[in-house]
T-cell receptor, first 116, second 116 residues
Framework: GAVVSQHPSRVICKSGTSVKIECRSL??????MFWYRQFPKQSLMLMAT?????????EQGVEKDKFLINHASLTLSTLTVTSAHPEDSSFYIC????????????FGPGTRLTVL | AQKITQTQPGMFVQEKEAVTLDCTYD???????LFWYKQPSSGEMIFLIYQGSYDEQNATEGRYSLNFQKARKSANLVISASQLGDSAMYFCAMREGPTGFQKLVFGTGTRLLVSP
């Protein structure tokens, strides 16, 4: 099946710093990638939809200036958490669907962000 | 209103027995898709099975089958012959709208524990 990777898998940072998370589709082209956030013992909440070559579409309540998304190529999307604070600590997970296929959506392994 | 409802926060099953995880959904779209994902403690989201709203047959993938009852808007996951490795969180998700639009909405999940 299609493989999606994320880097880093775990990051700990100080409050006020920015953190970049990469999401890559390794063996397929992903015109659209999705970024989710998952708090402990909760479900996944969609943050934004990332489209290659265009601006991301953010869900209601998600600050676009705080969570910067760039989808520079058909295989890479990045999420930058700017000026991170402890409340941003969460599990961030990306997903992508294979172009032309609608019956699957592949997820990356996730990134656990801890802001001290 | 919740779009995806999973009423079982936790389920227990003995090894080799079958278990059904419930999922009901709410949509006014005619075209939609239903997904089940498994999330082990490592955090990755593992795709299990997909059912399209126009599919007449219930989806099956190995030990997983989806009991799709369109009129009742339910899409229960059936795991046959449970294994210890099936212990994990299970999420039901729905894609609404045209097939080219892959945004998923997730339920709150069911934690399955398989005992020897």
């Amino acid at each position: 099946g299609a493989v999606v990777s994320q880097h880093p898998s775990r990051v700990i940072c100080k409050s006020g710093t920015s953190v970049k998370i990469e999401c890559r589709s390794l063996d397929f082209q992903a015109t659209t990638m999705f970024w989710y956030r998952q708090f402990p013992k909760q479900s996944l909440m969609l943050m934004a939809t990332s489209n290659e070559g265009s601006k991301a579409t953010y869900e209601q309540g998600v600050e676009k200036d705080k969570f910067l998304i760039n989808h520079a190529s058909l295989t890479l999307s990045t999420l930058t958490v700017t000026s991170a604070h402890p409340e941003d600590s969460s599990f961030y997970i990306c997903s992508a669907n294979v172009r032309g296929r609608t019956d699957t959506q592949y997820f990356g392994p996730g990134t656990r962000l801890t802001v001290l | 209103a919740q779009k995806i409802t999973q009423t079982q926060p936790g389920m227990f099953v003995q090894e080799k027995e079958a278990v059904t995880l419930d999922c009901t959904y709410d949509t006014s779209d005619q075209s939609y898709g239903l997904f089940w994902y498994k999330q082990p403690s490592s955090g990755e989201m593992i795709f299990l099975i997909y059912q399209g709203s126009y599919d007449e047959q219930n989806a099956t993938e190995g030990r997983y089958s989806l009991n799709f009852q369109k009129a009742r808007k339910s899409a229960n996951l059936v795991i046959s012959a449970s294994q210890l490795g099936d212990s994990a969180m299970y999420f039901c998700a729905m894609r609404e709208g045209p097939t080219g639009f892959q945004k998923l909405v997730f339920g709150t999940g069911t934690r399955l524990l398989v005992s020897p």
